[in-house]
């Protein structure tokens, strides 16, 4: 029984409570989030994290009236939790279920879609200015992490903001965490700011400076708090906010909610733009969190009791195996290089990090910036391996372009959670790279049929004289036997894994459903080969014609959007050689905004999975 929480409807019942019961609705809604994460699983860190805040900008702020615009959106759950969704908690991230982001399509309070972070604050500039194009009086408010804050978007829109000076309200939730500790120059500088050290070094010679002042530094020393106050002001705090032309205040204590709440109305009044630094624990409220905030980012479900994950993995998943791989090879050939764009664990690329600290780079949430960086160092003549999941690699289109494929710089591209994502929902989605990498020039564009196939292809890649790109699933490995030695595998070159009449050309994540689904349909009479196609880019041309020519029925299968995917690649092919009389059937996934759910849920709805392959390739033969 929540006996504050469940008097909470919306932000409105909120005020209604005084300050005792607020820390104690707190506590409430850290009991709610993590019963419901260690059964659903989410983004527990950063959510237990903000409990406070969220409760203090609901409490001084009018939403929906005024507009609340969360960066990258995984902290949200407080929020969802005091704007209505507390019925809703338990379907977190499931299928037809409650976002784990904020969703416009959801709730009146989400006023903004994010996923990917970096965006806030431009958003909130633009809704800022149509605010006052509409002669409206809301407030903007955009809540920012500092591990966000690495992001280039964020500083474009701090030069606008900061030139503009129009009025909106910025929080910056510091905790010192991305998903793994913050890096880089601009983190160190919000660290000092925090930094009690530093603070009270300072304090100290300002104290005795104004000892040697004759008749009036001692009586100044005396007042003690305004000696603060000037020292806070002339030496610290968010210089670099204010020579933008951002107000700075803080730092915060982003846990006192009495605190917040008072920083929060004072900031209603200014007329310009202004930064509130509050200081934050990733984790806090629950131990097992607060030790491992990096563990605890994106939590699987877990015994609440110890932290434990419910189900472990048994077999490596292929974000390991690339680790695994990334080790050797960074062992046998000293120009190999690794990046990655604030997510070293994700990737799998921790333990290159560690054994070749000069070798690693951790840019922060900076996907642009992490390409063209590998572009300089491979036109420098050397390895770099960007890893970066499939969904964040979509930043750096331009750089894809204008910089890596136009100069044919051999970087290889090794692409994670490419296909169907699980819990996160659209944002999320791997579905778009074999379109916008295919089309370059110079790029190759592969995928594994399983963990083995993956350690030879990022083998391969990085003896290719162009860039490569090496697209693979999120999760477990299928547990085959890994190779001691790794292979070459030509450009092109496909595997044929069934003999057939007709061709089941499948990719990647789709080679195995498509072989049992093949060895089902042969005992009905539909004879298929089924061919590892290993390649989006080049094709095995020679291959797809031979069976154009013999049997004229192709079918293709992958994990991505067909609307100019691998498919369509086959089909280009065919038209350009006069092929007009095949009977061609592409299998992907349709344009539509796709679900949230489990990985088995949605490849069920599109009919990836070896039964939907059966019926898809069925009602095709019926025609
Ligand atoms: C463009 C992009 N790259 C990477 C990610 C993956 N990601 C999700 S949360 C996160 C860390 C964000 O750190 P911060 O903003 O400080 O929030 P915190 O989790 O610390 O509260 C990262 C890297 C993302 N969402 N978007």
């Known amino acids: 029984m929540n006996q504050l929480l469940d008097r909470i409807q919306s932000p409105k019942d909120l005020k209604e409570l005084k300050g005792r019961d607020l820390s104690k609705l707190a506590k409430e809604m850290r009991k709610l989030i993590i019963d419901t994460v260690s059964k659903t699983g989410g983004h527990l860190s950063s959510n237990l994290g903000v409990v406070e805040l969220t409760l203090a900008l609901h409490y001084a702020f009018d939403a929906p009236r005024d507009k609340i615009i969360w960066d990258v959106g995984h902290q949200c759950y407080p929020h969802k939790i ?237 974000s390991q195996v690339f680790g695994q791989t990334m080790l050797k090879l960074g062992e046998k050939n000293e120009k190999v290089m690794a990046i990655t764009a604030a997510m070293p664990d994700g990737t799998g690329l921790a333990d290159f990090g560690n054994r070749f600290p000069e070798r690693f780079f951790d840019v922060g949430i900076a996907e642009q910036h992490a390409v063209e960086f590998a572009a300089g160092l491979g036109v420098s003549g050397y390895k770099p391996v960007v890893a970066i999941y499939s969904t964040f690699l979509q930043r750096a289109y331009d750089q894809l372009y204008h910089d890596i494929c136009l100069m044919d710089i051999p970087v290889v591209f090794a692409l994670d959670r490419a296909g169907i994502v699980p819990d996160d929902g659209p944002t999320h989605q791997g579905v778009n790279d074999i379109v916008y990498l295919r089309h370059l020039p110079y790029m190759i564009v592969m995928a594994p049929k399983d963990e083995n196939e993956l350690q030879h292809m990022i083998h391969s890649a990085l003896s290719y004289a162009h860039p490569t790109a090496v697209r693979f699933p999120k999760g477990k490995g299928l547990g085959v036997r890994l190779d001691r030695k790794f292979k070459v595998i030509r450009p092109g070159e496909s595997e044929l894994l069934k003999e057939g009449q007709n061709l089941l050309l499948a990719l990647g994540s789709m080679v195995h459903p498509a072989l049992a689904a093949a060895e089902k349909l042969e005992k009905e009479g539909i004879s298929l080969a089924v061919v590892n196609a290993r390649f989006v880019k080049p094709l095995d041309e020679k291959m797809i014609l031979r069976f154009a020519r013999n049997s004229g029925v192709i079918i293709t299968a992958e994990e991505g959007i067909t609307a100019g995917g691998f498919g369509s690649a086959v089909r280009e092919l065919l038209d350009r050689k006069n092929k007009f009389d095949i009977r061609f059937k592409s299998i992907g996934i349709p344009l539509e905004i796709y679900p949230m759910g489990k990985v088995e849920h949605i490849k069920k709805k599109f009919m990836l999975d070896e039964e939907g392959l059966c019926k898809q390739i069925k009602a095709f033969f019926k025609e």
């Open 82 to 318: 005091l704007t209505g969704r507390q019925n809703m908690f338990g379907s977190l991230r499931q299928y037809n279920g409650m976002s784990g982001f904020p969703c416009r399509r959801e709730s009146e309070y989400d006023v903004y879609d994010t996923g990917h972070a970096s965006t806030a604050l431009s958003a909130a500039l633009g809704m800022s200015i149509a605010r006052d194009k509409k002669k409206d009086d809301y407030n903007v408010v955009a809540v920012v992490g500092d591990g966000s804050l690495t992001g280039g978007i964020a500083w474009e829109a701090l030069n606008q903001i900061g030139h503009l000076k129009e009025k909106l309200i910025i929080v910056l939730n510091y905790n010192e965490m991305s998903i793994s500790h913050n890096v880089g120059a601009m983190s160190k500088y919000l660290s000092y700011i925090v930094s009690e050290q530093h603070y009270l070094k300072i304090k100290d010679l300002v104290k005795s400076i104004l000892r040697t002042i004759p008749a009036v530094g001692k009586p100044m020393i005396k007042v003690g708090g305004a000696v603060e106050e000037a020292v806070k002001k002339t030496f610290f705090p968010g210089l670099v906010f204010e020579e933008l032309g951002v107000k700075y205040v803080g730092p915060v204590s982003g846990h006192n909610i009495g605190s917040l709440i008072e920083v929060f109305n004072r900031a209603k009044s200014y007329s310009g733009p202004v930064l509130i630094h509050c200081v934050t624990q990733k984790g806090r409220g629950y131990a097992p969190a607060k030790k491992n905030p990096e563990r605890f980012h994106s939590a699987s479900p877990f015994d609440i009791g110890t932290g434990e994950p419910l189900v472990k993995n048994q077999r490596p998943t292929f």
